[in-house]
Nanobody, 121 residues
Framework: QVQLVESGGGLVQTGGSLRLSCGAS????????MGWYRQAPGKQRELVAA???????NYADSVKGRFTISRDYPKNTVYLQMNSLKPEDTAVYYC???????????????WGQGTRVTVSS
């Protein structure tokens, strides 16, 4: 079994910054993609940013130029640096990882418990 634990959410004013962290632990052989999703009240969960094992990144258009995803490979940790925050960034942010467990031939997707980000106007 694999666990993802997020931290770093909170309340911030418009234009402020936050840094989210997500660490994976358990019977991990390798991790392919790690990413961040968010879900605002009354809306569907959406991809914010993702990073592959090779370092390729992908961002939602709404966060390009403001958010940066990075990864500490030895620590199985992914970060999301969020700058120039806007009220529309308010949501619960979820970490996601495609994990190859030890003695497994397949990748399985795991989710963190979510961390709330609130941006006040």
């Amino acid at each position: 079994q694999v666990q993802l634990v997020e931290s770093g959410g909170g309340l911030v004013q418009t234009g402020g910054s936050l840094r989210l962290s997500c660490g994976a632990s358990g019977r991990i052989f390798s991790i392919n993609v790690m990413g961040w999703y968010r879900q605002a009240p009354g809306k569907q969960r959406e991809l914010v940013a993702a990073i592959t094992s090779g370092g390729d990144t992908n961002y939602a258009d709404s966060v390009k130029g403001r958010f940066t995803i990075s990864r500490d490979y030895p620590k199985n940790t992914v970060y999301l640096q969020m700058n120039s925050l806007k009220p529309e960034d308010t949501a619960v942010y979820y970490c996601n990882a495609a994990v190859r467990e030890q003695y497994s031939d397949n990748d399985y997707y795991y989710w963190g418990q979510g961390t709330r980000v609130t941006v006040s106007s």
